[in-house]
């Protein structure tokens, strides 16, 4: 294990790869809390990051950081070798709408919607004419298993198909980047299992990137690789 005195923080990438993004230097505090610490963080192109950790050890702040939903307050973080830390609020919601896709532990559809409703809106977002939204959508939902539900609203779903329309809102899009914070943490673990093996075999047919956060140590049997946050900072394995 690498000694935590070590001044210079380990820089955490694949093996091999284009590497799709980049962190470097990362810190960001609330108030007095320090919530990320310096972190050096690279993702391969169709790599697939387990990023573990204790509660509050700042994980989702690193998504966050990561995806541009907040900036950093030092370091940087480029997308395709692009800086996107240093964006305005417009240009990185855009980009979360064009090139990121999100997964939350409370899927987040909405009530009054249909699945299909709920997976066309973020290409409705990005310019897409309803009807072709509404083709890919109905083909995602089917490439995850969801056809029959398609015109239910989410209270008629298991919260395991809920999440699997959360995933295929998220993948809708075709993201860069698909973004997943703790998404099987309300489910139980046959519904977890297969929302994790649906996200994570449509990403890989995809070659969609994916980082997703998560306590559940059998996650880390999809990932390609595995990082821990501790303190605001990657610690331990990187198997
Ligand atoms: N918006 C916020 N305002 C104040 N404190 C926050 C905010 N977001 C996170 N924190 C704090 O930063 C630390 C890391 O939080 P978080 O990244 O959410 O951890 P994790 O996702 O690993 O549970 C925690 O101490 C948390 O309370
Ligand atoms: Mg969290």
């Not at 697939?48 to 995806?67: C, D, E, F, Q, Y």
């Not at 980009?95 to 409370?106: C, D, I, P």
């Amino acid at each position: 294990m690498r000694a935590e005195a070590s001044t210079v923080a380990p820089v955490h990438r694949p093996e091999t790869g284009e590497i799709v993004l980049r962190a470097q230097g990362l810190h960001r505090s609330f108030g007095l809390t320090r919530a990320l610490r310096g972190i050096d963080l690279e993702v391969a192109a169709g790599e697939i990051l387990a990023v573990m950790g204790p509660s509050g050890s700042g994980k989702s702040t690193l998504l966050h950081v990561l995806a541009g939903v907040i900036r950093p307050d030092q370091g940087q973080v480029e997308l395709d070798g692009r800086r996107i830390d240093d964006l305005g609020e417009a240009a990185r919601a855009r980009l979360r709408l064009t090139e990121f896709g999100f997964v939350f532990q409370f899927g987040q559809l909405l009530p009054d919607l249909s699945a299909r409703d709920n997976v066309t809106i973020p290409l409705l977002l990005a310019g897409v004419r309803r009807g072709n939204a509404l083709v890919r959508a109905d083909e995602t939902l089917a490439e995850l298993g969801l056809a029959d539900h398609a015109r239910k609203l989410p209270a008629q779903l298991s919260g395991g198909q809920a999440q699997r329309v959360a995933v295929a809102r998220a993948l809708v899009t075709e993201p860069r980047v698909l973004f997943a914070d703790e998404p099987t943490g309300s489910l139980d673990s046959l519904a977890a299992e297969k929302v994790l093996l649906s996200l994570t075999e449509r990403a890989r047919q995809r070659r969609t990137t994916v980082v997703i956060i998560t306590h559940d140590p059998r996650t880390a049997a999809y990932a390609d690789r595995e990082v821990v946050v501790r303190d605001g900072r990657l610690s331990g394995a990187t198997v």
